[in-house]
């Protein structure tokens, strides 16, 4: 998991954690489910860029 995933995955989780608040207090947003777009559409990009990385050996640590 990239950064772009890890951002996206606290997004959604502080986003439940909000929608469930908001919920409790009987407050409804409107197109509150949009931020579950955006976070998806963050994990996604951060998935091709996952894909598409070619790690060299460079950023490896070896223990001997």
């Known amino acids: 998991m990239n950064s772009y995933q890890f951002v996206a995955v606290v997004g959604i989780i502080m986003s439940v954690g909000a929608n469930l608040i908001l919920w409790f207090r009987d407050t409804p947003v409107q197109n509150f489910w ?4 955006c ?11 996952n894909y598409n990385s070619k790690p060299d050996d460079g950023h490896h640590h070896h223990h001997h």
Request: no cysteine.
């Open 39 to 49: 976070w998806s559409i963050l994990f996604v990009i951060g998935a091709i860029i």
């Open 34 to 37: 949009a931020l579950y777009v």
